[in-house]
């Protein structure tokens, strides 16, 4: 990978200037991950676009807000203001974080059944230091580039869900990121970590959401361990304002016959991008990753994947869609590597993009890297415009172009959002895609 030296103002604005920050509390496996990330840190280099990584997804807009790294926030938020985020009808078990930041006085954890813990990062290793020894920071390892390793180094709090075998869960897990503007622009760093022990089943909703228009970049990083015949269904949801920048890696570790169904919609923030690194650690494991994305008002949104086969008998499915409007621009750059034993893989990859102006962008290369030779693989890309005679079939019933418009896009979108697990969820994601191309222009 093609990169050039960190620069020290994006160093300084991450908080990766010297040594990490570390606490006397802070157990010495925690102090030696941190250390390892910072110290190759400046190896891996700050990404440029002559990286094949990186080609289409400059840094510059994102280097030049001049973010400060995040400070432990007062929050101010009540739970009567929770109320405008959370989406109506629908029953879970919740974690909100604020700014990177745990509140426990703002979630909702009563109930939870035996052999379940859901909690807060910090939290869970102050009481029980050695708890995520050899777990944290396995998954992600260095990580695909270096805002990983930045995470790593830097992160102060977020998710631990761990499940014992054969528990299932009997409602969804959300997980709410909430960004308030502080007196300057910040990055918060948060870090997750979800491991579902043998047999166990559970869904996990993850919203990104903002509470008023300042600048801000979330940082965040998602390590999942399923372990053998595990099954989780993971929502995320990125609808944050268009004032915010947005980085996120998911690393999925699939043990012999579990099952993986990650949907990803990403509909906010002015530039974002997401990787989802996927290993098959055992036979007879299963991935699906879908996607919905739109991009306008001179958003880019980018999404990277990397499905490695590495053991025979594995299954894995992506299915991304996108609509573009306005100036928006996406990305879409997918990989699909079979090792040379990863006998019977079947994998297969799509991206379709509707295309709504002429000044809208996209970048699709979805990849296959073979090197079995007994394999059922395929993947493919679209880029296209709404059919004419669609849009005249519509509007000779007297339906307006916007509606005609809109209903034609949903319904190109509604493959992805039928998948959304619970029905509020559904309805929520189906009202913000429909207003989202009303309030946008063409």
């Not at 280099?45 to 080609?55: A, C, F, H, N, V």
């Not at 997804?57 to 405008?84: C, M, V």
């Not at 995520?132 to 396995?138: C, K, T, Y």
């Amino acid at each position: 990978m093609t990169t050039r030296p960190p620069d020290p103002a994006l160093l300084a604005w991450l908080g990766q200037a010297g040594e990490p920050p570390t606490s006397a509390d802070e157990p010495a496996w925690l102090a030696e991950l941190r250390h390892d990330a910072a110290a190759r840190a400046p190896d891996q280099g700050m990404p440029t676009q002559k990286s094949e990584g990186w080609r289409y997804t400059g840094l510059s807009a994102l280097i030049e807000q001049g973010f400060k790294p995040q400070q432990k926030p007062i929050s101010a938020l009540q739970s009567e203001d929770l109320d405008k985020a959370l989406i109506d009808g629908l029953e879970t078990y919740r974690l909100v974080m604020v700014n990177g930041q745990f509140e426990p006085r703002l979630s909702q954890l009563d109930g939870l059944p035996t052999g379940v813990h859901i909690g807060g990062l910090a939290e869970l290793i102050a009481q029980d230091p050695d708890r995520l020894a050899g777990q944290l920071g396995q998954i992600a390892g260095a990580g695909q580039h270096l805002f990983t390793s930045l995470n790593t180094a830097n992160f102060a709090d977020g998710l631990v869900m761990l499940l014992d075998e054969q528990v299932q869960l009997d409602r969804p897990v959300e997980l709410l990121h909430l960004s308030i503007g502080l007196d300057e622009p910040s990055v918060a760093q948060p870090r997750h970590l979800v491991v579902l022990a043998a047999g166990a089943q559970a869904e996990l909703i993850e919203r990104y959401l903002s509470f008023d228009q300042a600048p801000y970049c979330n940082n965040a990083v998602v390590e999942i361990r399923l372990a053998e015949r595990a099954q989780l269904h993971h929502y995320r949801l990125q609808q944050e304002s268009p004032s915010a920048y947005h980085l996120s890696g998911l690393y999925l570790e699939q043990a012999a016959a579990s099952r993986y169904r990650g949907i990803n919609i990403g509909l906010g923030a002015t530039w974002s991008r997401t990787d989802l690194v996927t290993r098959f650690l055992a036979e007879q494991a299963d991935c699906g990753l879908q996607g919905l994305y739109l991009a306008g008002d001179r958003q880019l949104i980018d999404y990277h994947m990397d499905v490695q086969h590495q053991v025979p008998h594995c299954s894995s499915r992506e299915n991304f869609k996108g609509i573009l409007h306005g100036k928006g621009r996406a990305v879409f750059d997918g990989r699909v590597y079979v090792a040379r034993d990863a006998q019977h893989t079947d994998a297969a990859m799509s991206n379709r993009n509707l295309i709504l102006s002429p000044n809208a962008e996209v970048d699709t290369k979805p990849q296959l890297e073979i090197y079995a030779d007994d394999v059922k693989c395929s993947h493919g890309t679209t880029v296209g415009q709404l059919e004419p005679e669609m849009l005249f079939y519509l509007r000779s019933r007297g339906i307006s172009a916007p509606l005609a418009q809109r209903m034609l896009c949903l319904g190109f979108a509604g493959e992805i959002i039928d998948a959304l697990g619970p029905e509020p969820l559904r309805e929520q994601v189906t009202e913000a895609v429909g207003q989202r191309l009303e309030q946008s222009p063409l």
